[in-house]
């Protein structure tokens, strides 16, 4: 079976989207749009396709559903990671590139076991784009005079920091969204209540604070609520256990259901 792709890399149509899909209920909160692309119609898609033994019914089910979430999920994976190290003239022809190898990789993918594709191919596609990137910025390097090319180190490891920061800021927003939404199903005492709403306040003025050591928090977070520490600290594992299931849904799927 050959993996070369029969298209253009150019930007596809949208995605035609077969069969019926209901409308699921609301969502509230802010939805990443840029993930928007990779729908339950592409995980179906991608299910149809390993499922299937026939080449032609294999390349009509790429080319419609699964070709365009790839190229979305190429483009924003250069362009969040800044990977502009490349041997091409056209960023399209680096995103066709990145389109090949995941085709490539596709029979790989195990749904059976659980794994989310977005997931999984995201991290085929970061790891293709940062083996590409290191092996072409070597090659500049070596060319470049090396204060020009050590600048250029610094400001892509800067981008990629205030990428890491943003999207910690995005998923607190979540978080916070979430407490106040599940405060009365997750916290039945109103002491208890008191305790995880002035953590979740603390968490919306994050950027306004100038104590951040545990200690000073588990002081300000008793003033608040006028509780002892053993409720704080009760408190705060259910919301840590919480956090943690969340940010697993985040990574996994770029938002909260809240």
Do not use: W
């Not at 596809?12 to 899909?21: A, H, K, N, Q, R």
Request: net charge positive; aromatic share 14%; charged share 35%.
């Amino acid at each position: 079976m050959s993996n070369k792709l029969k298209y253009a890399p150019t930007p596809p149509p949208e995605p035609v989207i077969t069969g019926s899909l209901e409308p699921g209920p609301k969502k509230r909160g802010r939805k990443r749009t840029k993930k928007q692309y990779f729908t339950p119609d592409t995980d179906a898609a991608i299910k149809e396709y390993l499922a299937s033994s026939n080449q032609d019914e294999r390349d009509t089910i790429f080319a419609r559903r699964i070709h365009y979430p790839f190229y979305k999920l190429a483009e924003n994976l250069i362009h969040t990671f800044k990977f502009y190290y490349t041997e091409v003239d056209d960023l399209e022809d680096l995103k066709h590139e990145v389109i090949c190898f995941l085709l490539e990789k596709l029979d790989y993918f195990k749904p059976e076991k659980g794994t989310k594709a977005f997931s999984y191919f995201s991290i085929v596609g970061k790891n293709y784009l940062i083996l590409y990137n290191n092996n072409n910025y070597k090659k500049k390097k070596q060319k470049a005079d090396p204060l020009a090319a050590d600048e250029d180190e610094g400001v892509i490891r800067q981008l990629g920091r205030d990428e890491r920061k943003q999207d910690i800021k995005d998923f607190i927003d979540y978080f916070t969204l979430y407490i106040d939404k599940h405060m009365f199903t997750m916290f039945k005492k109103n002491k208890d209540r008191k305790v995880a709403d002035a953590i979740n306040v603390l968490f919306k003025r994050r950027e306004n604070l100038e104590i951040f050591n545990k200690k000073a928090l588990y002081i300000y977070i008793r003033e608040m609520a006028n509780v002892d520490t053993p409720v704080i600290t009760k408190v705060t594992k259910i919301l840590k256990k919480v956090h943690k299931k969340l940010y697993i849904e985040y990574n996994e799927t770029g938002y909260v259901r809240v």
